[in-house]
């Protein structure tokens, strides 16, 4: 079974099962189950805490990499939004640090 699922991880998780799939591979839905973790912000809470402040910066700075990356522009809209939001997230967790120019290279 789990050579299976070693070949199967290789091949590619569909995007629309990454999130659950890596889930339960990572064991972290059931770390959800304890009521400490509960306690913790998720992902998805510091998504909805972001400022739009930071959007505007993090949106023009990666616009201003893609336009002189030529490789790194194709298909880049749904990479880039994915990049957007995991940036829109940190910089709402690090509150003091927030949002610095060129974090997309590491997040990318």
């Known amino acids: 079974k ?13 995007d629309s099962y990454r999130g659950i ?15 400490e973790v509960k ?18 910066i993090i949106c023009n700075d990666i616009d201003a990499a893609l336009s002189t990356h030529a490789s790194r522009s194709t298909g880049a809209a749904r990479g880039r939004e994915g990049v957007v939001r995991v940036l ?4 709402s967790m690090d509150g ?9 290279d ?3």
């Open 2 to 14: 789990a050579t299976k699922l070693r070949r199967r991880i290789r091949k590619g998780i569909p």
């Open 21 to 35: 799939a890596w889930g339960l591979i990572s064991g972290s839905d059931a770390l959800l189950e304890l009521d």
């Open 39 to 56: 306690t913790h912000p998720t992902y998805q809470d510091y998504l909805d805490e972001s400022s739009s402040h930071w959007d505007s």
């Open 88 to 91: 829109r997230a940190y910089a």
């Open 96 to 104: 003091d640090l927030g949002y610095q120019s060129g974090m997309h």
């Open 106 to 108: 590491i997040v990318a």
